[in-house]
């Protein structure tokens, strides 16, 4: 199926963007791009926006201040048919805006103009406009009907005007007359009855999906949405003055089941952006384009911690994966931690370039220019000074093979670098980092060639030439075969994305619970992990838990209804060993061993994990079997 997208943008002469600059989608990719502030991606965002809605006569085009007047200056978009099994394009054509440019081509191109009236452009200031109000819970008519759908046009309830046009007519029928009695008068009451009737299923269509994003994306955030529209009622008052409608639309927002009168101040930022961003997805769903789909989101994470963010992402890449999506972003570790997310579940479908501004000196006059860098990875950069496709520099390029290193390994699980207090090792500690993966490999039955080479020139090679270092001998060979080791790595984290889950953390907390056919006697046994429980999948396609030592800390119970005296072992304990345990099958075994042989309780044995719990905040249990079943099924097994 043929779709339109974007193949090229090329930028010159507007707002910030003085030379040309030219962004390339040779393969109609999405484009992730990271800025520092003052870059130019606000620029980028603005001018592209000022194109697509360039066929309307108030739409100026607005050049960069540092160039002479007169000066030429052109946004460009090439544009053609993207067939996405082949990921090739056809039928390309150019379109333009500037200054002094003929852009009929724009307004006679049906797709372009169907594309302003989307929500395809959106920013951080846009999302405020949802909740940053004095007010608790604002009224948000105009908000909607102007803003948010006023280019929807309602086809499914048999309309064909957008709502912001079709609302502004009837005003004009109900307001613009001399009296009540003429024709055009009671023609506008008849058509706001109507009205609101479509409006309600819009909303209720857009709430509906609102709602879908959240519980699907978000269900932490245990939130509900609705609207409360009131009657669209309109009055006489006592004279023409106090002609009136009621015009009143509000949230109705639930956490927890409980309704919050006060979102703005009841709701943290990340809810009341979650709700803002889900919103306008919902809203450019509804009315997504026509054969040109596209979507620039600028910094629209600002109010979103980066937990957070990555269900954004999976939205994008679940729901609208027919669009083409550009993600500015000043925030260099979110760039990163997006990056890998959308290499490992959207690969060769993302370009990923850095935007950053340089002073430019002309005509006695000093000024900032964004100049653009490819987002190349660490990886490519220091094969490029490796094989001299960059003037060879041998430390340049050991350098970035550690950047290179740190990076993958961070696309691991942070719960694998864990220290002995809980705290996660940095990722610069490389060494071990390094060495917790190759006990990791081993415990999964996983190659550790790649990594143990690695380790062994840690500190023969790597370390050294990225630091000054008189002595240090470089081996070109050396690095030759570092680069085979980290793209060996990479390949096998790559695999095990798919294939290795964690089950449980070191640090948790897990209860078994042994108790007698007639339930006369429970006993409860509280564990603390001592390492990392995985899920794993053999070459084979076999799944296999991983061992982990455990030790318990405390047991409770009942017997005959009454309680149990507790007892928590101390390491004082002459006979402490005898609750440390080398995984959880050897602390089952054993505490059903001592329940039956010790304290003659005959408890039933048990059969899998039906026994265990994992302790989650808050105190609330859940069946490690059913987590198990759930990673297992999300494994394919």
């Known amino acids: 199926m043929y779709m339109k997208r974007i193949k090229q943008i090329e ?3 507007s707002r910030a963007y003085y030379d040309r600059l030219t962004f390339s989608f040779e393969n109609g990719e999405n484009l992730l791009l990271y800025g520092e502030n003052g870059s130019g991606k606000s620029s980028l965002f603005k001018s592209l926006s000022d194109f697509i809605h360039s066929f309307r006569s108030s739409v100026l085009y607005v050049s960069n201040r540092h160039k002479p007047a007169g000066a030429t200056g052109e946004i460009v978009l ?112 008849k058509d706001l009855l109507s009205f609101e009737k479509v409006l309600r299923s819009v909303l209720d269509n857009l709430f509906t999906q609102v709602n879908y994003y ?92 980066s937990v957070n963010r990555k269900p954004i992402l999976e939205i994008l890449n679940n729901e609208f994966k027919h669009f083409q999506i550009v993600i500015a972003t000043y925030d260099r570790s979110w760039y990163h931690m997006a990056k890998n997310y959308l290499e490992a579940h959207a690969k060769g479908r993302w370009k990923y370039t850095n935007l950053f501004s340089v002073i430019k000196k002309e005509d006695g006059k000093s000024f900032s220019v964004p100049v653009m860098v490819d987002g190349v990875s660490s990886l490519d950069r220091a094969k490029e000074y490796l094989h ?86 470089i081996y070109r060979n050396e690095l030759v075969e570092v680069e085979e080791a980290i793209s060996g790595l990479k390949i096998q984290i790559e695999s095990l994305a798919q294939r290795c889950n964690l089950l449980t953390a070191r640090g948790n907390q897990l209860d078994i619970e042994y108790k007698t056919a007639d339930g006369s006697y429970q006993a409860y046994y509280s564990v603390l992990l001592e390492d990392n429980i995985w899920i794993y999948k053999d070459l084979a396609g076999n799944s296999h838990i991983t061992g982990g030592g455990c030790k318990m800390i405390y047991m409770t119970g009942l017997k005959n209804g009454s309680p149990l005296e507790p007892f928590a072992p101390n ?16 602390a089952l075994q054993k505490i059903y061993d001592h329940e039956v042989n010790i304290n003659k309780n005959t408890v039933k044995a048990h059969q899998d994990y039906d026994i265990v719990s994992l302790i989650k905040k808050g105190g609330a249990r859940q069946a490690i079997t059913i987590r198990r079943d759930k990673i297992l099924t999300r494994m394919g097994l």
Not at 271 to 289: E, V, W
């Open 11 to 13: 930028i010159e002469n």
């Open 78 to 189: 090439s544009i053609g048919d993207f067939d996405e099994s082949t990921r090739q394009f056809s039928q390309i054509e150019e379109h333009k805006f500037g200054c002094g440019i003929d852009n009929t081509n724009i307004q006679n191109t049906g797709y372009l103009k169907a594309l302003a009236l989307t929500k395809g452009f959106l920013s951080y200031r846009d999302l405020l406009k949802v909740y940053l109000y004095d007010e608790g819970s604002p009224n948000l008519f105009h908000f909607f009907i102007t803003q948010l759908l006023g280019n929807h046009i309602p086809v499914g309830q048999g309309r064909n005007s957008p709502l912001a046009k079709e609302w502004k007519s009837i005003k004009k029928d109900i307001f613009e007359v001399h009296n009540r009695q003429e024709n055009k008068h009671k023609k506008g009451k």
């Open 214 to 305: 959240l519980q699907s994306y978000f269900p932490y955030f245990r939130l509900a949405i609705s609207f409360d529209l009131k009657p669209m009622k309109f009055s006489y008052g006592n004279n023409k003055r106090e002609w009136a409608i009621q015009q009143d639309l509000r949230l109705n927002i639930d956490l927890d089941n409980i309704h919050i009168d006060n979102y703005a101040e009841g709701l943290n930022e990340a809810r009341l952006s979650a709700i803002a961003i889900c919103l306008y997805l919902a809203a450019l769903q509804a009315t997504p384009g026509k054969e040109l789909h596209f979507m620039f989101l600028d910094d629209i994470f600002i109010g979103i911690d």
């Open 388 to 473: 001299g496709h960059r003037d060879i520099d041998l430390p340049a390029s050991a350098n970035y093979f550690r950047k290179a290193l740190e990076e993958l390994l961070s696309r691991l699980p942070k719960e694998l670098f864990m220290n002995d207090d809980y705290t996660i090792v940095p990722g610069f500690k490389l060494t071990q980092r390094v060495k917790a993966v190759k006990i990791f490999f081993s415990k999964i039955e996983e190659c550790t060639k790649n990594i143990s080479f690695l380790e062994s020139y840690l500190h023969s090679l790597i370390h050294p030439l990225s630091h000054y270092e008189e002595e240090v001998q």
């Open 571 to 586: 390491h004082k304990m002459q006979i402490y060993d005898q609750f440390c345990y080398e995984c959880l099958d050897d």
